[in-house]
């Protein structure tokens, strides 16, 4: 893991814990700034809060129309149980038939931590 990205990113939290940040945010998306985005935010999220200890962690925005709200689910209580609880999640719906149909799978599904 030494010299990729996620190894990159860890530096990076850790010397944000050490400048007394109290919150790390990262885009929950496909494409930031017309750059494709390479790894999954939740993935990093967990790696950042593994190698921190008071910096909680979480989504800026999660965009339901590319992510089904069972994973996103399952990741986000996943993701909480690394951070120790430290984990906060912002979910943009969309409008229309497509969040009316999202938002009952999502009534629908029994989740459990």
Do not use: C, Q
Not at 40 to 65: E, F, Q, R, S
Not at 102 to 113: C, N, P, Q, S, W
């Amino acid at each position: 893991m030494a010299g990729s990205a996620v190894a990159r990113a860890a530096g990076e939290w850790e010397r944000a814990e050490r400048l007394g940040i109290g919150r790390g945010w990262l885009w929950d998306h496909l494409v930031l700034g017309g750059r494709p985005v390479s790894h999954d935010a939740y993935a990093v999220l967990a790696a950042a809060a593994a190698t921190t200890t008071t910096i909680g962690v979480g989504t800026m925005v999660t965009a339901p129309n590319f992510r089904h709200p069972v994973t996103t689910a399952k990741a986000a209580l996943a993701l909480d149980d690394v951070s120790g609880g430290a984990t906060r999640v912002a979910v943009l719906w969309p409008r229309g038939d497509d969040a009316e149909r999202r938002f009952a799978v999502l009534e629908k599904a029994e989740l459990t931590a």
